[in-house]
């Protein structure tokens, strides 16, 4: 027999207890796994929706809405001619229902601009002309809204026709509808309005080059700002709040892990004061029993940790076929967020034990021999 | 290191008339006294003894009178509230490391048995040994020799609970004899046993000793018991009356 029999046998003698405890720590880790590894996923995907564009900088007003506010288009013109700037693509990006599907991006682009490149069609057509009623739909778009080449789309009060299925190289853009900004813009009743610009730099502008440009551009355009592609995200309102929402939430869920822990942990000490005595009696250090306790609970969180980690991300896994946000979701999931995970549910351990093993320290071994 | 090989040499005490060395003193207590809740309770109002190595004394009283209190004393359990009592030389309330003395010097057995119910017999007898650097192959090894020589060697894989009374109190002295103790602490050890039991644990309670050379100390209400012992100690009201070699 080992010490370490001695930790497991003290969490196998109440098997439904310690059952229940793991529970509410791994539900606890569990919502920290998706929430962060949810809202890390969509920055990370949104950044590479960038990159496939090909666009460095993005101008746009990230309020406190899920949307960018709306600004004139004349401040397209008015970057483009920036000497840094090499190009400019004018976009009216809106986050809507379309048809059966709740939450849609919809990408209105100006025609001939940079952001159609990246769209490889995998089936159909590009719509032929700025004003043609047609739309092309990212392929995962297309499987959402249960759309194919030639069906219909009702977008707003008019009806469109599908005219290609597109692959974006990103899950952002995959998950879009993409048409043409004139064609939005009318549909909508927004002539001369867009919402963001995407911008591509001069060849080879370093870091601080590409920052200098951007407070350029700020000068040039105080209706929006502009933030180099992947910062842009980040810096959003809305964004920082699911960022804060999600971890809000966590911590009270590792909170509540702590206090079920540490609940466990205090009445497994009282229930055992009797049987901690007599390992005193018979030599036990005080520290050993302290170890003990400590080694429990932290067994209890790792345990916990990797419960966790499972249902977290089976979680999403489940979340993700739900057709309300299917192929909205890409969450990041790599070995570093499990691995802090795990290692916060065996901080967690440790930090409920304390308080028990101190109250486990301050038994007299005397106690063993009354009763 | 006391191994229970049951071929070792018996090693007994030296009878005092031809000791050329007398035996060493283990314990002396001079006005020992202790106090619970503040001193509204003395359990042991100013005790004076010498125990010298190898005997085998057997405390008896009243209920009440502080022979549980003593053998606390004895064993570090809890610290005198006032006078002097030293194990070997050495102040028992002082000692640097007394968990270290109860678990290689002093070996305890109780009333209750209080084995440790999630362990089976044999992991309850290595639960001292966790504080000695044995490692683990040598520590089962260990405790399954203890177990046979208590007579234990067909139960080592049960559980206390499905032991009986006689059984249990069998672990508890191997578990008491875990890191080769020169002292053996019993109270009322016999106490939750029926007669048969009660006779054949005193009696390898009785031979251990005699075996390790170990001082016993050992708590009875029972007379026939106390005259077994090579000295009987009586105490009323946390006080020795009297202290008696065996007739
Ligand atoms: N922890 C304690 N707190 C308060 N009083 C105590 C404590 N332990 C013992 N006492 C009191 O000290 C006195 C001596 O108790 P002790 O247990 O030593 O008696 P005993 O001789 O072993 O009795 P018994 O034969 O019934 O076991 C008793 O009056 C008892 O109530
Ligand atoms: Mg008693």
Known sequence: MTFFTIIVRGLQRRPVRTGLTLVGISIGIAAVVALVGISRGFEASWATGMKVRGTDIVVSNMGSALAPKPFSATVRDRIAKLPQVADACAIYADLTSVEDASMMVVSAREWGGFSWHNLKLISGRMPHDAMEPAVVLGQTAAEVLKKKVGDPLQLETKELTVTGIVDGGAMVENGSVILSLALFQNITGNEGRINVIDIRAAPGLTEDEMKHLCEQINTTAPEARAMVAGEHLGNSQAFRFISAMSWGTSLLAVIVGVLGVMNTMLMTVFERKQEICILLAIGWKPGRVIRMILWESALLGFLGGIVGVVLGTLAVKVLETLPAIHGMLEPDFNAGLMAVAVALAVIVGVLSGLYPAWRSSRLTPSLAMQG | ?247
């Open chain 2, 1 to 247: 290191m006391n191994d229970t090989n049951p071929h070792a040499i018996m090693k007994q005490p030296l009878p005092d008339s031809s000791a050329t060395t007398p035996p060493a003193l283990v314990f002396e207590a001079r006005g020992l006294k202790k106090d619970y809740d503040d001193g509204r309770v003395q359990a042991l109002r100013g005790v004076n003894f010498r125990i010298t190595q190898g005997e085998f004394v057997a405390i008896i009283g009243p209920s009440g009178c502080g022979k549980t209190t003593l053998l606390q004393m004895l064993g570090a359990l809890d610290l005198p509230s006032a006078g002097i009592l030293h194990y070997r030389g050495r102040s028992i309330a002082e000692l640097p490391d007394p968990a270290g003395y109860r678990a290689r010097e002093i070996g305890i057995i109780f009333q209750a048995f209080h084995l440790l119910p999630t362990f089976t017999a044999v992991e309850n007898v290595q639960m001292p040994m966790f504080e000695t650097d044995r490692p683990e192959l040598s520590r089962t090894e260990r405790a399954v020799e203890l177990l046979k020589s208590v007579g234990l060697g067909h139960r080592l894989d049960h559980f206390p609970a499905k032991l009986s009374g006689g059984e249990k109190q069998r672990v508890a002295i191997a578990r008491s004899l875990a890191n080769g103790p020169s002292v053996l602490l019993a109270d009322e050890p016999t106490g939750n046993l029926d007669s048969d039991n009660t006779k054949s644990i005193l009696e390898l309670i009785i031979r251990l000793r005699r075996e390790q050379n170990m001082t016993l100390v050992l708590v009875t209400h029972d007379l026939n018991i106390a005259r077994m012992a090579s000295r009987t100690v009586q105490m009323k009201d946390g006080l020795i009356v009297a202290d008696h070699p065996a007739t």
